[in-house]
Nanobody, 121 residues
């Protein structure tokens, strides 16, 4: 089992920044691919960023590419999502997730509880 706890959400103004953290406990964090998802009201959950086990490979959805950066510190068992140039359409509940292998779907095995991000215009 891997337990994930997100933090760092809140209210930001358009153009501002937030950094989300995802603290992992349980099994060895470095054995898992990590993904960040978000879900806005009335919309499907969207995969926005992934990072491989070592942190050497990342991928992003077009909606956040160039603005968000995913990273991880395996020594601290923590993943991060740096969000810059925020837009009102980034408003959503953000989830981190972990899975033994890379997936482009939402079928990740372990999930955090989510953290709300609200961007005002």
């Amino acid at each position: 089992q891997v337990q994930l706890v997100e933090s760092g959400g809140g209210l930001a103004q358009a153009g501002g920044s937030l950094r989300l953290s995802c603290a992992a406990s349980g099994r060895t964090f470095s054995n898992y691919v990590m993904g960040w998802f978000r879900q806005a009201p009335g919309k499907e959950r969207e995969l926005i960023a992934t990072i491989n086990w070592s942190g050497s490979s990342t991928s992003y959805a077009d909606s956040v590419k160039g603005r968000f950066t995913i990273s991880r510190d395996n020594a601290k068992n923590t993943g991060y999502l740096q969000m810059n140039s925020l837009k009102p359409e980034d408003t959503a509940v953000y989830y981190c997730a972990a899975n033994p292998v890379f997936l482009r779907t939402s079928d990740y095995r372990y999930w955090g509880q989510g953290t709300q991000v609200t961007v005002s215009s």
